[in-house]
């Protein structure tokens, strides 16, 4: 699909980013006492906001559990975090992998998932140590 429309590649790749959520986690420090979703957090309270949860979140985002590469809204999603902590690097990020798919398929006719991936042993980066692929 994605060699036959490169164009693809616009919305695939925040597509992966949502799905995969690099991230899973960042903390903050409540400044004041609120509510939240029922729930009471106080002044002080230390919150965990999951964005690989609020990515899964199928009241904002259609079947979140699919991976569509031609999502519409495909850069609604939390993987940069929200707010004034927001990714500043989330241009180049986005960038980066763009300009890796281009590359890719301009030299590869087919590339292949040859074994399992090793993960990063960590509950905050969702990380790949390796991935073994033929490429050809
Ligand atoms: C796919 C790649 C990336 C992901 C998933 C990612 C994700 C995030 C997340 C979740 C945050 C925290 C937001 C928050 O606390 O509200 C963050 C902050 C930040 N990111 Fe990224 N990031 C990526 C790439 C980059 C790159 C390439 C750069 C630098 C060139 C960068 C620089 C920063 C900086 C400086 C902050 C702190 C912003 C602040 O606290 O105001 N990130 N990123």
């Known amino acids: 699909t994605l ?16 799905w995969q959520t690099p991230l899973a986690h960042m ?14 957090i106080r002044k002080g309270d230390r919150v965990v906001m999951w964005y ?14 699919e991976f569509i590469i031609d999502r519409a809204r495909a850069r609604i999603h939390l993987s940069f975090g929200f ?10 990020a986005e960038l980066q ?11 590869f006719e087919r590339i292949e998932v040859v074994g399992e991936p090793k993960r990063v042993y960590s ?3 969702k990380g790949y140590e390796s991935l073994p692929v033929r490429v050809s």
């Not at 429309?5 to 695939?12: A, E, F, G, R, V």
């Not at 690989?52 to 985002?61: A, H, K, L, P, Y």
């Open 27 to 40: 903390r903050r420090t409540a400044l004041q006492d609120t509510e939240l979703g029922g729930k009471t």
């Open 123 to 125: 509950s905050f980066v």
């Open 3 to 18: 060699r036959a429309n490169p164009k693809l590649i616009d919305t695939m790749v925040p597509g992966v980013i949502r």
């Open 52 to 65: 690989v949860s609020g990515n899964r979140d199928d009241e904002v985002i259609e079947l979140p559990e």
């Open 83 to 92: 707010g004034i902590h927001r990714c500043v690097g989330m241009r180049l």
């Open 97 to 107: 992998l763009r300009i890796v798919w281009e590359e890719m398929l301009k030299r």
